[in-house]
């Protein structure tokens, strides 16, 4: 906090949502694209979450009746993530088998694959470089299109309906791809109102509807893990529990551990900063919309599969490197005189990790002081010590000073 206003430091920030989740002030909200970005473009693809099916119940709300909708509001074509997890699913069930590494972590949520480049930096090795679902259905969507109808990739806008901040931020700065072939991301709350308003009015669509339950399910907590179907696997959400299993890795735990799924929302996707139901009900809707759907993945993707692994086309582009947090100075010089005032600064402060100053603890406030981020004037410990030392020798300065005034009449 930095006159009375909240501020986040960009180079250690992940985007976990997290902020806007728990402020009460609400100081923070994410930015993504407007609704309105997709006129830009003369042929738009709409990319739902799996998550964003769960925001809504009733017996007569199915998949195809959502993504009818998505039509109805000004999209050309829909393509669901889900298909595209389906892909995921045999990448990282391909790659889990001929991998030695252990344990190894899946690289699908943005917001772990920062905590680890920033925080677990020694575990980058452990992610497992395949792309994420939401980059691998734009690329096949812009690819079918450009195919079908000769447009070109420029003149086609994929648009991801997120249910997170951290997916905003991997499309505009994304990670282990050197350009992304999503062209914008809209919050999912801002287009489940628009839908709300059109789904009583639309009659079924069946057929729009290609996913199977295995990527449906890819929106929850646990559902990543039950597609991949390794022998030894575990599942852990939300931030905290995430960070703790990431720290027991760290020590040389779970190396008998084949894969984990890790999410930063509490219940997965459905958890996301962005969404608008409970996360607990949109499971359970997006549980009761997976029934009646075909639970293996179908033997179409699995042999487009076989073609597009032998191609490459699910790795990523670029190796996962660690994120600096603390770059004290690029001179080297002015960066060990700095780290030195850091030691000394941090032995200096009280070491209670109260946040009155605005920092979050002792140590982040010596680092903002030694960057010119924040004074020693910020901790109230230090202030009040000298207040009262300024105050102790305000005292003694006065009992020192002469009269000038005599009262007895002495000249």
């Not at 206003?5 to 930015?31: S, V």
């Not at 295995?214 to 929106?219: A, K, M, N, S």
């Not at 009646?292 to 990523?316: H, K, T, V």
Request: charged residues 25%; proline residues 5%.
């Amino acid at each position: 906090m930095r006159n009375g206003k909240a501020r986040i430091l960009e180079t250690r920030c992940i985007d976990c949502g997290e902020c806007i989740r728990t402020c009460p002030n609400h100081a923070k909200r994410a930015i993504a694209d407007d609704f309105y970005s997709i006129n830009k473009y003369a042929y738009t693809v709409a990319l739902p979450a799996p998550s964003f099916f769960g925001q809504f119940s009733g017996s007569d709300v199915t998949i195809g009746k959502i993504l009818q909708a998505l039509l109805v509001l000004g999209f050309t074509a829909v393509y669901e993530v889900a298909e595209a997890a389906e892909h995921v699913s045999l990448a990282i069930r391909r790659y889990v088998e001929n991998s030695t590494t252990r344990p190894l972590i899946s690289s699908s949520c943005p917001a772990i694959v920062r905590l680890i480049q920033v925080r677990f930096p020694d575990l980058i090795d452990h992610l497992i470089p395949i792309q994420a679902p939401v980059d691998i259905a734009a690329r096949f969507a812009k690819e079918s299109i450009m195919r079908k109808y000769g447009l070109k990739r420029e003149d086609i806008g994929a648009f991801f309906i997120t249910p997170c901040p951290a997916k905003v931020t991997a499309l505009r700065q994304p990670i282990g791809l050197g350009t992304s072939w999503v062209d914008g991301a809209i919050p999912l709350s801002d287009v489940y109102a628009r839908v709300l308003r059109v789904l009583p009015h639309l009659e079924d669509t069946p057929e729009l509807q290609q996913a199977s339950a295995t990527g449906i399910l890819w929106g929850r907590a646990s559902g990543e893990e039950d597609a991949i179907r390794a022998p030894k696997q575990v599942a852990v959400d939300g931030i905290h529990a995430v960070i703790d299993v990431l720290s027991e890795i760290e020590i040389g735990k779970f190396h008998d551990v084949d894969f984990i799924e890790c999410q930063a929302c509490r219940g997965g996707c459905v958890g996301g900063a962005l969404t608008v139901q409970n996360a607990f009900l949109a499971r359970v809707n997006l549980e009761n919309l997976a029934q009646g759907l075909p639970e293996a993945i179908s033997l179409e993707i699995e042999e487009e599969f076989q073609q597009r692994w032998a191609a490459g086309d699910y790795e990523l582009e670029t190796k996962l490197e660690p994120r600096s947090i603390l770059k004290l100075d690029d001179d080297f010089t002015k960066a060990i005189e700095k780290m030195e005032l850091l030691e000394k600064t941090v032995a200096f402060l009280p070491g209670l990790d109260c946040g009155s100053c605005g920092s979050p603890s002792c140590q982040a406030l010596a680092e903002d002081i030694v960057q010119g981020l924040a004074t020693e004037g910020d901790c109230v410990f230090v202030l009040r010590d000298g207040v009262q030392s300024l105050a102790e020798e305000l005292l003694e300065l006065a009992r020192r000073v002469p009269g000038s005034i005599s009262y007895e009449g002495e000249v």
